[in-house]
């Protein structure tokens, strides 16, 4: 499965989209990818997924990082979803829309110590919460797939 993932922000609001661009992967062509989303569905759950990493600003962009805060490069971001479940298939369309003017001032941290450096990092946050919950779900449909089904002849 190839993913299109899309960030704009306009007025103040930073909106991601994660769409699927296209079924298949180097191994498996689409049509059977997609008989094995339709015969194994799974869904993303947020309640299921811990929004919550160390961050850290390269070149003014946030990205995860395994090292631990610091207080002064390296902070904890978190964000609190309402939760919400999406059927892995052919249309799976996930958005998450970031109002920084309503992101409250206490929860700036150094190095995101402004609503619009912590709303990039939110979005840059559930982008990859998003697409790792993704490729889960899809090793567990792919690891279910087997030559199980068919028609075989037993002599007795």
């Known amino acids: 499965m190839k993913l299109n993932i899309s960030k704009k922000i306009e007025e103040n609001i930073i909106t ?28 993303i759950t947020y309640k299921d997924i811990e929004f919550k990493a160390n961050m850290k600003l390269e070149d003014g962009d ?14 904890q971001v978190e964000l609190e979803l309402i939760n919400k479940e999406y059927l892995i298939d052919e249309n799976l369309s996930i958005t998450l829309s970031i109002d920084v ?11 995101f110590d402004t609503v619009e450096k912590l709303g990039k990092a939110r979005a ?22 087997t030559s199980f089904e068919g028609e075989t002849e037993a002599i007795i």
């Open 16 to 43: 991601v989209s994660i769409d699927v661009a296209e079924l298949g992967t180097n191994s498996i062509d689409a049509q059977e990818e997609l008989s094995q989303l339709h015969d194994f569905p799974k869904k």
């Open 62 to 75: 946030p990205i995860i990082t395994e090292a631990e805060t610091d207080g002064s490069t390296i902070a």
């Open 101 to 111: 003017n309503k992101i409250p001032k206490s929860d700036l941290v150094v190095p």
């Open 124 to 145: 840059q946050l559930f982008i990859a919460k998003i697409q790792a919950e993704i490729a889960k779900k899809l090793t567990e449909i792919r690891s279910l797939y």
